[in-house]
């Protein structure tokens, strides 16, 4: 199994056993827990992908891409090694990505490739 940074604070968010006293470890613990939230719910939809697009990415700042071949993050953007197998920009969907997700995490591989 592939884990981003976020996926593993989520991981970690959910099974850690915060005393009820203990209010920094409470806040820190719903500060993670909402920017996985956040992270979360800008992965694709199951029934949204685009044809036969195998990874959606957001660039950093906030365009939306589909890809046929798993894409790479250079200094600025997401690019893949042809650039001319881009599925292509998802015009006029451009997202907010929220304060604490690195857009570099911000990668998703369809589901039913996924291992």
Not at 8 to 24: F, I, K, Q, R, T
């Amino acid at each position: 199994m592939i884990m981003n940074f976020i996926d593993a604070a989520g991981v970690l968010a959910d099974s850690a056993d915060v005393a009820y006293h203990d209010l920094l470890a409470r806040e820190a613990k719903s500060i993670v827990q909402a920017t996985v939230e956040a992270y979360d719910a800008l992965a694709p939809k199951p029934d949204a992908w685009w044809g036969d697009a195998q990874w959606f990415v957001i660039d950093p700042n906030g365009d939306c891409f589909w890809f046929h071949d798993e894409p790479k993050a250079n200094e600025w953007r997401w690019t893949n090694d042809d650039w001319f197998r881009d599925v292509g920009y998802e015009k006029g969907r451009r997202v907010n990505i929220p304060l604490g997700v690195d857009w570099r995490l911000c990668k998703w591989q369809r589901p039913e490739v996924a291992a």
